[in-house]
């Protein structure tokens, strides 16, 4: 196909993936889409144990984005792997396991319970900033971004990513810090942690006070980011943050992504995501390309 | 089919009391009662799309009544007869379908999901009670009157006040919920089974984001897919219901 792209091993048919926690583990848009149309879906973020995830307001709309505090609600590895993987292990589809975690143990024991599914690429969730278990503390310093890489790398034979958060100070720092541990990718970025306050109750939103904001407002940050984790690194670098159309998928290859995750714009129009594919192919062809790859990184 | 972003056309829109608009618009897709659809006319932004609940449905149409209370409902309301807007939907659950004879007891907007719910139980040929509350006037009299086979509309003052829920085998409530509360906790002491359609704030409306959560006595539960209908005694147990 036309739009296909090589990643690491891979051969995405197109360089779309659904973003972790948006799309939950497809079953859902399949009833309605043709969710094989995209290059792969990275799956609702899992746990060691499962979790009932934050009370109170979970979203809370910005003028171009959305805030979340889901808080990394899921049914644990064990379910997964033992109840959900087995029903939706044959799709045509690239797989991403997003796993997040409090401690390293709870981390490696995690990938241990997943490792004897058939699953494409790891991706190890060290920037959810909605919960303390969510990792963020490993993901905003080298050190241990570093440490937490080479641990997991230890411990599974799985491609594994790396995904970031963007509440840091020198993201190309942190992401040569996972190369170093052994990282076969990078995807970036997590949401940005966000705030809102209600002036009526004169009380913050969230239970948890700080929440992740997504969707359109945080593109030209995540464009950047991706810009700068490009010249920092030499492994494939998987962008998002939120996109919503080809012309922006082709932005975020020409800064340095090989691929792109796409979450807040199912809500948005889901129609017009599913269609992206096929506008990434007219766009070649008027533009006389053969291959996305010719794209990656030029600017 | 579905989900399928359905391109409607506003067929009639008249504001029907203070703030509240009653939109019919054009679309193939048949809903069930108590469900809802989520609403946008407009591009990017607001980003997310509005839930709004089905206030009736025949072939090839679907009518809706709601107030203006944001960004969101203020360009529903700005709608004109021809206009187009984007319908995804119909989803979540709906109201069951029960045996007996049936009170609907609503609330404010609550009210919208009751007219259809109580339209199809008589379509069914069932015996059904519509006890209504409204905040300063009633809108849509003619419409709720004929839904049902006995409508009790009420201006100020507790629809609950003097109610004889034993009169009934099963009771549908929707609106604020301290009246669901309270409806459940009379349905619980007549030993009737209670039904309650909640409201949450949602983004994919179908299932997959997790931001809709609601607890319930039997665990974490999707409000835009498991519900937004659930038994009474699954939202309303031991005080703990909390509302977001
Ligand atoms: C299943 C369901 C059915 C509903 N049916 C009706 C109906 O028939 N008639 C009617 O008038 N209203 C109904 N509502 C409430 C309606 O969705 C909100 O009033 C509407 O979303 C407000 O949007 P806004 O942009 O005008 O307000 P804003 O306050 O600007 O909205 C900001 C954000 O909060 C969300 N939001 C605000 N209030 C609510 C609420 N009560 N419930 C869920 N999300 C909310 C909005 O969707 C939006 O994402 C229903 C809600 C749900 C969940
Ligand atoms: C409701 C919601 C839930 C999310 N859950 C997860 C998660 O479980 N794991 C994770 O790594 N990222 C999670 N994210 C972050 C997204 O995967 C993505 O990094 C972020 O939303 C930016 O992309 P977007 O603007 O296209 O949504 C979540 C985002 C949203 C909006
Ligand atoms: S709104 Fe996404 S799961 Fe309910």
Redesign the interface.
């Known amino acids: 196909m036309k739009t296909s792209i090589k990643f690491l091993d891979l051969e995405l048919k197109n360089p779309i993936i659904a973003a972790s926690g948006t799309f939950g583990f497809g079953e859902e848009y399949a009833e309605y889409y043709d969710i094989e149309k995209l290059g792969g879906i990275s799956y609702k973020g899992l746990t060691l144990d499962p979790r009932d995830g934050n009370e109170g307001i979970r979203v809370w709309e910005t003028p171009a984005g959305m805030m979340n505090s889901v808080g990394l609600e899921n049914p644990g590895v064990d379910a997964f792997a033992s109840d959900i993987w087995p029903r939706i292990q044959d799709r045509n589809l690239i797989s991403v396991v997003n796993v997040g975690g409090s401690t390293l143990e709870t981390y490696l024991e995690a990938i241990r319970r997943l490792d004897h599914c058939d699953y494409d690429i790891l991706e190890l969730n060290i920037s959810c900033p909605n919960v303390k278990a969510g990792g963020m503390a490993f993901g905003t310093e080298a050190k241990s971004a570093e440490r937490i890489t080479r641990a997991v790398r230890m411990t599974t034979q799985k491609r594994l990513m790396v995904k970031l958060s963007p509440n840091v100070g020198n993201i190309g720092e942190i992401a040569k810090a996972c190369e170093a541990g052994g990282a076969d990718a990078i995807s970036l970025i997590n949401t940005v942690q966000a705030m809102a306050i209600d002036t009526k109750s004169r009380q913050i939103v969230f239970n948890n006070t700080y929440a992740g904001l997504s969707g359109p407002a945080i593109r030209p940050i995540a464009l950047r980011m991706v810009h700068q984790t490009a010249k920092a690194v030499k492994i494939p670098i998987v962008g998002m943050g939120g996109i919503t159309n080809a012309d922006e998928v082709i932005q975020f290859l020409m800064a340095g992504a090989s691929a792109v995750q796409i979450g807040t714009a199912f809500f948005t129009n889901p129609n017009q995501i599913f269609r992206i594919p096929a506008e990434l192919e007219m766009w070649m062809e008027k533009e006389g390309i053969r291959s996305l790859e010719e794209i990656i990184g030029i600017v | 089919?579905?989900?399928?972003?359905t391109e409607g056309n506003v067929l009639s829109i008249q504001e029907v009391g203070e703030e509240i608009v009653h939109l019919t618009v054009a679309t193939p897709t048949t809903p069930k009662p108590g469900q809802f659809y989520l609403l946008r006319a407009w591009q990017?932004?607001?980003?997310?799309?509005r839930p709004i609940s089905v206030f009736d449905y025949s072939e090839g149409k679907v009518e809706f009544v709601f107030k203006v209370v944001g960004k969101g409902t203020e360009i529903l309301a700005k709608l004109k007869v021809n206009d187009k807007l984007?319908l995804?939907g119909p989803f979540g659950n709906g109201f069951p379908e029960v045996e007996g004879k049936i009170l609907l007891v609503g609330g404010g907007l609550g009210n919208a999901p009751l007219h259809a719910t109580a339209k199809a139980l008589k379509a069914r040929g069932q015996e059904v009670d519509l006890r209504l509350g409204f905040a300063e006037k009633v809108y849509l009299e003619e419409e709720f009157n004929q839904a049902a086979t006995i409508t009790q509309l009420m201006v100020g003052g507790l629809v609950t006040d003097g109610l004889n829920i034993r009169d009934y085998d099963v009771v549908f409530t929707c609106g604020p919920h301290p009246m669901m509360e309270a409806v459940v906790k009379m349905a619980r002491e007549a030993g009737i089974p209670s039904y309650v359609s909640i409201e949450k704030?949602?983004?994919?409306?179908?299932?997959?984001?997790?931001?809709?959560?609601c607890?319930t006595k039997s665990?974490?539960k999707k409000t835009c897919?498991d519900g937004p209908v659930f038994e009474g005694e699954e939202i309303f147990y031991e005080d703990k219901y909390?509302i977001?």
């Open positions: 089919m579905g989900v399928e972003g990017e932004a607001p980003l997310l799309g984007q995804q704030r949602m983004a994919c409306g179908i299932g997959a984001c997790l931001v809709c959560t607890k665990g974490n897919k909390q977001s």
